[in-house]
């Protein structure tokens, strides 16, 4: 008896269909309702009761050998079509888009706007060794402006380090390039900061370096005139005095955004105006430290916080959200 269901489970098993009527001469042989499994079943009763398990297993596997034999065979022999099967008049599922973070949004349009002033991008890693991110830049050890950016530094090796801006893309551009040289450097730098609504610990520079023969401060001032004329539409601007190590003379550049609304009020502390970046001259250290001749060349230099410049065109009041990928904050930058 048990003999004979594995035979029957070889020839289902080894079964096929040339055509419709084929299969449903299988389909009544077997399931029909004096069928081969029907009649199995029905002698159940009669199976010694030591065999009973044995047979009881055997007979479900067969079985469940023909239902897969039929369903995998009737599949070739579907007279459906596609637009019988499915509803065509179904809605389709949504399509959803992705976009950019407003970070690459508002990078790309300021890059955009130095390369049609023939700047290019320049890259460099973002963990630095200490003489591009600090000596190069006229920041020996033990200078006291180390101090304005608080530094991570890797424990085991006090040479190697996060970036605290992107001079650091800079400095190695500078060494390996010959004037002129009119690169762009964007990126991601760290600082070890509280983080706070105004302030993050990660955040995004991108920094302009302009090296020739006689560049003067009109044709930064001239530069960055232009700029804020095409990104913020404003072109009222105002240098004031400043300090870094890296620029001699130094600036810091406000924009004149006026005092129109309640927002322009609060946003400029009642003054209407809006400090947006650093800037200067390149200190004649900085170009000797990286092998160009002071003497005959001069540049300027300028940098500027990408997320302070999105909330400003975005009227966003908290840094933080910028890295919190929050969907319903994306969602909204997905057109721009
Ligand atoms: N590197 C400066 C900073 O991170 C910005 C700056 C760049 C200032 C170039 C002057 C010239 O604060």
């Known amino acids: 008896m048990l003999e004979k269901i594995d035979e029957l489970l070889s020839e289902v098993e080894g079964f096929t269909a040339g055509s419709k009527d ?11 309702k004096k069928g081969v499994l029907n009649d199995l079943f029905a002698a159940f009763k009669e199976v010694p009761n030591e065999q009973k398990k044995a047979y009881g297993q055997k007979i479900n596997t067969l079985k469940q050998a023909v239902a897969s034999k039929l369903e995998d065979l009737s599949a ?32 790309n349009k300021i890059v955009d706007i130095f390369k049609s002033i023939g700047f290019t991008v320049a890259d460099g890693p973002e963990i630095e060794d200490d003489w ?4 190069a830049l006229n920041l020996p050890e033990y200078h006291p402006a180390r101090d304005m950016q608080d530094t991570f530094f890797i424990e085991q090796n006090p040479d190697i380090l996060l970036r605290t801006h992107t001079s650091s893309v800079q400095a190695r551009y500078m060494e390996q390039n010959e004037p002129p040289i ?6 991601r730098v760290f600082r070890n900061e509280a983080v706070s609504a105004r ?43 400043s300090y ?25 502390k009642g003054t209407g105006w809006l400090e947006i970046m650093g800037c200067g001259m390149v200190d004649p250290a900085v170009l000797k430290n990286v092998g160009i001749d002071a003497d005959k060349y001069s540049g300027y230099a300028f940098g500027m916080g990408i997320e302070r410049i999105v909330m400003l065109l975005y009227q966003m ?20």
Not at 77 to 93: I, Q, Y
Not at 202 to 213: C, P, S, V
Request: aromatic share 14%.
């Open 76 to 107: 070739g022999f579907s007279t459906e079509t596609f637009a019988e099967r499915e509803d065509l008049t179904r809605p389709g599922m949504p399509l959803e888009l992705g976009g950019r973070h407003p970070i690459n949004l508002v990078k």
């Open 244 to 268: 870094f190590p890296f620029t001699e003379p130094s600036a810091e550049v406000d924009v004149y955004w006026g005092l129109n609304t309640e927002t322009d009020y609060r946003i400029t």
């Open 22 to 32: 084929e299969l449903e001469q299988f389909r009544i042989r077997y399931n029909g």
């Open 182 to 187: 009119r690169i762009l450097s964007p990126g």
């Open 199 to 241: 302030s993050h610990c990660i955040f995004h520079q991108i920094e302009g370096l302009y090296i020739d023969e006689n560049v003067s401060f009109a044709d930064l001032k001239q530069t960055i005139q232009f700029f804020t004329t095409e990104l913020f539409g404003k072109s009222k601007i105002r240098m004031r005095p």
């Open 132 to 135: 591009h991110n600090f000596t």
């Open 317 to 336: 009041g908290d840094i933080r959200m910028f890295f919190e990928n929050d969907l319903r904050m994306l969602k909204q930058f997905r057109a721009l």
